[in-house]
């Protein structure tokens, strides 16, 4: 069965800081992969998503960037924090095209920005 | 435009009533519709689908919804509030090129 990862499950980082996320998909093979940021008491926004290794599209200009290194593995990342990438930061997978694609969430990184 | 409207931003049920969350979208075709359930620093899991094969769709932990294209919802319900139920639900819209629409959340509270 398909089992999807992130880690750190909660991070604390001063602004200005750097910043390193990752999420692996296990059990599947090309899968379709997303990152999406959940503010406080709001709904969820997508950020990237990538169809395979390489290939990066950005849904909303900010100061996040995404890399797919590997086929299963999804980055995101930032060079300098800033007090409004606080949030919890969701990865997701999807296989197939359609109507039948669904996608699959991880477990979520907390992370606060101070 | 293309949206999802979840109508009840907080519903609260005693446990061992019935649920009702309900959802309304919009779109110039039949859509693919999601519930996913969100417990409190978790993230999503998908509750059921409907992708235009039977309306009445049945998922987990006794959870089902209709699609009703003439009254365009897509509305949760279950028979029997439990206490683990209570947590956030998401109506979701799939549209073009794997983009989803979500909508804004309702929070369900089960009391005893």
């Known amino acids: 069965s398909q089992t999807i990862h992130q880690w750190p499950a909660t991070l604390v980082q001063p602004v200005g800081s750097p910043l390193s996320l990752e999420c692996t998909v296990e059990g599947t093979s090309n899968p379709n992969l997303y990152w999406y940021r959940q503010a406080a008491g709001r709904g969820l926004q997508l950020l990237f998503y990538s169809v395979g290794i390489g290939q990066i599209s950005s849904e909303v200009p900010q100061n996040l960037s995404a890399s797919r290194p590997q086929d299963r593995q999804f980055i995101l990342s930032s060079k300098k924090l800033l007090l409004s990438d606080s949030g919890f930061y969701l990865c997701a997978w999807s296989v197939g095209s359609g109507r039948q694609e669904t996608q699959y969430f991880g477990p979520g990184t907390r992370l606060l920005v101070l | 435009a293309q949206s999802v409207t979840q109508l009840d931003s907080h519903v609260s049920v005693s446990e061992g009533t019935p649920v009702l969350l309900r959802c309304n979208y919009s779109?110039?075709?039949?859509?693919?519709l999601f519930w996913y359930v969100q417990h409190p620093n978790k993230g999503l899991q998908l509750l059921l689908k409907?992708?235009?094969?039977?309306?009445l769709v049945k998922g987990i932990n006794g959870f089902e919804a209709e699609f009703k294209k003439s009254e365009t919802s897509f509305h949760l319900t279950k028979p029997s509030a439990h206490m683990s139920d209570a947590a956030e639900y998401f109506c979701v819209k799939a549209g073009t090129a794997s983009k989803l629409t979500f909508g804004t959340g309702t929070r369900l509270q089960v009391t005893l």
């Open positions: 779109s110039s075709y039949s859509p693919s």
């Open positions: 409907y992708t235009s094969a039977a309306t």
